[in-house]
């Protein structure tokens, strides 16, 4: 029997779904909807499939740190995740989790779970503020994210930019910093889970500096509090490139203009 619409899951719940096995491990089918400029589905796609076995093993509900490396591409097809429970406490829950196709390890990762339930006791000091962007219905959508010709991501999530960002007219001399809004494109809102997903959503910042392949070779997520539904407003910038690597720094902040999430990636330039 067919499902309604309305009891059609989210792409994103449906293609990080995973399978039970037994003994901490999970089954998963990874998706061709969340490819980037590499043509291999995103980094933090795949590391959202890794977290939903690994939280289904966990007391606590939010992931709070989390600490991905990417062994290697994953490929749209079946996925296995092996998931471990180091420790459970009382504030605190920690575990890892590897993703495997064909036998071979894709990302390996490390978290901690807590609670992030609103505490109106809790100490708030913000040294600096989110982005100041027009409203998202005030932005524009690059017509290359649009279509079918550019990269699926884009199919998936959404972007709103306050200007049309120079790399996508072969200006390549700009500055590696972007400000934009983001949302999954389904309407589906954002939670703590799709969080540690959507660091790496955001275009990376080095394409304004013409740098159109890059690869994650570790990813560190901060999930700092339960997001508002609606759109993001992300800030991405990295400040040095040598060597081959780049270093990304993200923000994502959520309408009630609460930041809801930060990452650090180091990546490796193609």
């Not at 089918?29 to 490819?35: F, G, N, R, V």
């Not at 884009?154 to 972007?178: F, M």
């Amino acid at each position: 029997m067919s499902l309604d619409p309305i009891d059609e899951p989210f792409r994103f719940d449906r293609d990080t779904a995973v399978d039970k096995l037994g003994d901490g491990a999970f089954t998963a089918t990874l998706s061709d909807a969340w490819t980037t400029f590499t043509t291999h589905p995103n980094g933090g796609y795949v590391l959202g499939a890794a977290l939903e076995g690994l939280g289904q093993c966990l007391s606590q509900p939010d992931p709070l740190a989390v600490s991905a490396f990417f062994l290697r591409p994953a490929a749209p097809g079946p996925a296995t995740v092996h998931t471990e429970v180091v420790r459970e406490g009382r504030r605190t829950a920690m575990g890892q989790a590897v993703l495997e196709q064909g036998g071979k390890q894709i990302v390996r990762v490390g978290a901690t779970y807590g609670d992030l339930a609103p505490d109106p006791w809790a100490r708030e000091l913000n040294l600096q503020g989110p982005p100041e962007l027009p409203d998202p219905e005030q932005c524009l959508v690059p017509a290359e994210f649009e279509g079918s010709q550019g990269p699926s991501i884009a199919a998936s999530v959404q972007y709103r930019y306050p200007s049309r960002p120079g790399w996508l007219d072969g200006r390549t001399d700009g500055h590696p910093h972007a400000e934009f809004w983001m949302r999954f494109a389904d309407g589906r809102a954002a939670d703590t889970r799709a969080l540690v997903s959507m660091v790496d959503f955001a275009p990376p910042a080095v394409l304004e500096i013409g740098e159109f392949q890059t690869v994650t070779v570790e990813l560190s997520v901060h999930v700092r509090a339960r997001p508002a539904p609606g759109w993001l407003a992300c800030r991405v910038l990295t400040r040095h490139v040598s060597g081959g690597l780049h270093e990304e720094d993200v923000e994502l902040w959520d309408g009630r203009g609460t930041l809801v999430a930060q990452a650090r990636q180091l990546a490796m330039l193609l």
